[in-house]
T-cell receptor, first 115, second 112 residues
Framework: NAGVTQTPKFQVLKTGQSMTLQCAQD?????MYWYRQDPGMGLRLIYY???????DKGEVPNGYNVSRLNKREFSLRLESAAPSQTSVYFC??????????????FGNGTRLTVT | DQQVKQNSPSLSVQEGRISILNCDYT??????FLWYKKYPAEGPTFLIS?????DKNEDGRFTVFLNKSAKHLSLHIVPSQPGDSAVYFC???????????FGQGTRLTINP
């Protein structure tokens, strides 16, 4: 049981380049999320998808787009990377959207550096 | 505007002793709180939670205390073990909100 799988694990981009971070979960969860973790800032929500076919902005959506490809997969795209997007990105899933008995399950993260 | 604050970036505790990690919040609408634990190069994993209708929840060596009047929660680990060395995040959820709000994290180091 793999849980939440993210690819790639590491990535270096030049300013202005684009890339897509992939995420897949095998727990049949309805909701999926993208977070970024920066030193001293904790985890901040970028986008989330309450269920297949829906996506919504989180706290820090600027510069990102997402696609909920199907129930299993939720991708995050950086169209024109900027140094401020250097961060560790975590994908997460939960059975229900931010429900009390539905804790988040996280992937192992993608460390992105933008030069 | 940090609604959930963990004011101690790091904490060092001797093995076998009690570890106490603290978290303060400002939003009185928060009604559910969680602690996550994170090892290096891994994602956070859920540890324990507490509803605002309770003031204590216990799970083995881990106990979370909630003081609503002070808007403060704490995680107690007794006894502390080397495997507890990790970063701990507290998170809060408010009814009707679509997201958890996370604190900055506290790095706990358990010394042998």
């Amino acid at each position: 049981n793999a849980g939440v799988t993210q690819t790639p694990k590491f990535q270096v981009l030049k300013t202005g380049q684009s890339m897509t971070l992939q995420c897949a979960q095998d727990m049949n969860h309805n909701s999926m999320y993208w977070y970024r973790q920066d030193p001293g800032m904790g985890l901040r929500l970028i986008y989330y998808s309450a269920s297949e076919g829906t996506t919504d902005k989180g706290e820090v959506p600027n510069g990102y787009n997402v696609s909920r490809l199907n129930k299993r997969e939720f991708s995050l795209r950086l169209e024109s990377a900027a140094p401020s997007q250097t961060s560790v990105y975590f994908c997460a899933s939960s059975e229900l959207l931010s429900s009390y008995n539905s804790p988040l399950h996280f992937g192992n993260g993608t460390r992105l550096t933008v030069t | 505007d940090q609604q959930v604050k963990q004011n101690s970036p790091s904490l060092s505790v001797q093995e076998g002793r009690i570890s106490i990690l603290n978290c303060d919040y400002t939003n009185s609408m928060f009604d559910y709180f969680l602690w996550y634990k994170k090892y290096p190069a891994e994602g956070p994993t859920f540890l324990i939670s507490i509803s605002s209708i309770k003031d204590k929840n216990e799970d083995g060596r881990f106990t979370v205390f909630l003081n609503k009047s002070a808007k403060h929660l704490s995680l107690h680990i007794v006894p502390s073990q080397p495997g507890d060395s990790a970063v701990y995040f507290c998170a809060a959820h408010s009814r009707g909100a679509q997201k958890l709000v996370f604190g900055q994290g506290t790095r706990l180091t358990i010394n042998p």
